[in-house]
Antibody, heavy 126, light 108 residues
């Protein structure tokens, strides 16, 4: 059974950079059929996609966050990471990592998120 | 950018059928997924590729997709179905994942 676990700081100061990591167990992050994504949820609000990355390096980002975000897949450690720069109070949210089904022929088509981490609450405050 | 529209709330009596719509321009051409999220928990995949169910998801949960509306149908409602429900697609014209705003289902 695939399991994902996020870890990182629960508190970040304004203007600083958030770094979160998702450990993947029970399966290989090198499986070419999947992308690895980050989704966040501000308190009391809906889900917002941050971005998705493949072990090949192919990555897609939410345009509203693209200037501040990077996602990296580390095959050697079977984990993937999120970096979000210039954090503000509006970035306070529960951050989820998830596996995303995909089909990449000439172009990539991404589908459902089938396995999720439990979520990590990140608060931005001085 | 592509937009998915869901009603903020739906209320249905136990034992009845709930239908949660997800509107989007030409959504029938896209693969739609549905997630259930209960308070304090991560979302759970209920339906993928419009109509398919992952193993372990009851047959009471079904999906359809036609025209500009995809629909999640939950039959024989139970108190435990009370949750937030989200639709999601991949927009190949922009290479972005899009989530609907979510619908809170109340079982009366």
């Amino acid at each position: 059974q695939l399991q994902l676990q996020e870890w990182g700081p629960g508190l970040v100061k304004p203007s600083e950079t958030l770094s979160l990591t998702c450990d993947v167990s029970g399966g290989s992050i090198s499986n070419n059929d999947y992308f690895w994504g980050w989704i966040r949820q501000p308190p009391g609000k809906g889900l917002e996609w941050i971005g998705s990355s493949h072990n090949s390096g192919s990555t897609y980002y939410n345009p509203s966050l693209k200037s501040r975000v990077s996602i990296y897949v580390d095959r050697s450690k079977n984990q993937f990471s999120l970096r979000l720069m210039s954090m503000t109070a509006a970035d306070t949210a529960v951050y989820y990592c998830a596996r995303q089904d995909s089909n990449c022929g000439g172009e990539c088509y991404l589908y459902n998120f089938d396995y999720w981490g439990q979520g990590s609450l990140v608060t931005v405050s001085s | 950018s592509y937009v998915l529209t869901q009603p903020p709330s739906v209320s249905v009596a136990p034992g009845q059928t709930a239908r949660i719509p997800c509107g989007g321009d030409g959504i029938e051409t896209k693969s739609v997924q549905w997630y259930q999220q209960k308070p304090g928990q991560a979302p759970v995949l209920l339906v993928y590729d419009d109509t398919a169910r992952p193993s372990g998801i009851p047959e009471r949960f079904s999906g359809s997709n036609s025209g500009n509306t995809a629909t999640l149908t939950i039959s024989t409602l139970e108190a435990g179905d009370e949750a937030d429900y989200y639709c999601q697609v991949w927009d190949p014209s922009t290479d972005h994942v899009v989530f609907g705003g979510g619908t809170k289902l109340t079982v009366l």
